[in-house]
């Protein structure tokens, strides 16, 4: 699974803001030049954008191995006609499809190299005031708290299965898995917010403080060439 | 961006009780994207996602069940492995199934407003046709977005994208709303 991992390669020394407004420009690029040239430029790009943050292509391609049937089947079935296979427009969604792929690599570079502290710091200078404040706080406790529900969903699963669940209809085991969840879910909402009120929960706590640094200024004069480059 | 250290501004506590909801509503929908189960008509195994939706507009009403999934998102974009096979990053938002995860924080909306109306009362007190009606609207709103996410990021047709993006989840959707109801009727959930 693809998470943040710590290092100290190029992508981890940028500042969040800089690689979120290259990922975007990224995507306007994509969807801009969707042709085999535009692709191949692309293409070279993500590539150094993934050795920038130390991740191997490969890796990043297996993190997101369940967008690749739907990536593989949109131009096999755009294809399919009564009459035969129609090449040409099983070309143009191939072309589609795969810069969804580039598009998902250079996220996963993103993901590897950006701690959720900063994320957060950057979302609340991108979002100001409460609903910035909501968004941010917010995000840090889904990252928290994440493990600890799929954990609970994972125990609860066990013990079905230890009581013969398999024999249940679908929606059944269905209901039972998610009440469980749900239940679970809610007494942590519960002790989670009487938690945070006994620490002073404020809509303004310290966050580290973000700095472009010299190394942003290419990165970020990369972005914004990808972005004008939709426009030609 | 600029730290404050002079003054603390706390947060009132009924908004304290509903960030935390808000936050764990989140969290489940992404710790559902986990759990799948086999199913005979399609060769992708179906997760419990789109109950988290459900579950949000049901319990936390149309604003915070709206917001709960738009922090879903959040979390997802900046790398909390919550979407579907334990994805994340920008990429997924703009990939295949960008138009399902957009539309989340809508159908949640969707479903908490045809349920609740404007205040969120218990919903032991609402009638078995309501609860399936909304989330049949939820489920409707989920894959109309998400059949033009599809044409949209890969370039279908409207007949393609339908076929691969909609016709063949729709039983299991029907499966998933079974649970919902069960869910929201069960004795165990009392407190909600």
Aim: charged letters at 10%; hydrophobic letters at 55%; one cysteine or more.
């Amino acid at each position: 699974m693809l998470s943040y991992t710590p290092g100290s390669s190029l992508a981890h020394r940028l500042d969040p803001r800089t690689k979120l407004a290259a990922q975007i420009a990224f995507v306007v690029a994509a969807f801009a030049h969707t042709t085999p040239g535009g692709l191949a430029a692309l293409t070279l790009l993500a590539l150094g954008i993934l050795a920038s943050a130390h991740l191997s292509p490969y890796s990043a391609i297996y993190a997101y191995r369940f967008a690749l049937p739907f990536l593989l089947v949109g131009p096999l079935i755009e294809g399919l006609t009564l009459g035969g296979f129609d090449l040409t427009r099983a070309f143009e969604t191939g072309l589609a499809s795969y810069r969804v792929l580039l598009i998902l690599l250079v996220s996963a570079a993103y993901v590897r190299s950006t701690p959720v502290r900063e994320s957060r710091a950057a979302i609340q200078w991108a979002v100001p005031g409460k609903p910035g404040a909501f968004l941010g706080m917010g995000t840090a406790f889904v990252f928290r708290l994440l493990p600890l529900l799929v954990a609970d969903l994972k125990r609860a699963r066990e013990a079905m299965n230890a009581r013969l669940a398999s024999e249940r209809a679908v929606h059944e085991r269905m209901a039972l898995l998610a009440v469980t969840g749900v239940e679970r879910a809610l007494g942590r909402a519960d002790g989670f917010s009487l938690a945070l009120r006994a620490r002073c929960f404020a809509w303004n706590p310290t966050l580290p403080a973000l700095t472009f640094g010299r190394l942003d200024l290419p990165a970020l004069a990369l972005a914004a060439g990808l972005a004008l480059s939709a426009l030609y | 961006m600029s730290t404050e250290t002079e003054s603390v501004d706390l947060v009132d506590d009924a908004t304290v009780k509903n960030v935390a909801r808000a936050a764990l509503c989140a969290a489940l929908t992404g710790a559902f994207a986990y759990v799948s189960f086999p199913y005979p008509l399609s060769p992708a195994p179906v997760t419990l996602q789109v109950l988290g939706v459900f579950l949000a507009g049901l319990l936390l009403g149309p604003v915070w069940g709206g917001a709960a999934m738009v922090l879903y998102l959040t979390a997802g974009a900046v790398g909390a492995p919550v979407f579907a096979g334990g994805e994340a990053g920008i990429g997924s938002l703009v990939g295949p199934t960008a138009g399902y995860l957009w539309s989340y924080p809508l159908a949640a909306g969707v479903v908490g407003a045809l349920v609740h109306g404007r205040s969120v009362g218990p919903l032991g007190a609402v009638g078995v046709p309501r609860l399936i009606g909304a989330m049949a609207v939820g489920v409707c709103v989920i894959y109309a977005v998400g059949v033009a996410g599809l044409m949209a990021v890969l370039g279908l047709s409207l007949p393609n994208a339908v076929l691969t993006g909609a016709v063949v989840f729709l039983p299991a959707e029907a499966l998933k709303m079974a649970a919902a109801v069960g869910i929201v009727r069960s004795d165990r959930l009392t407190a909600a």
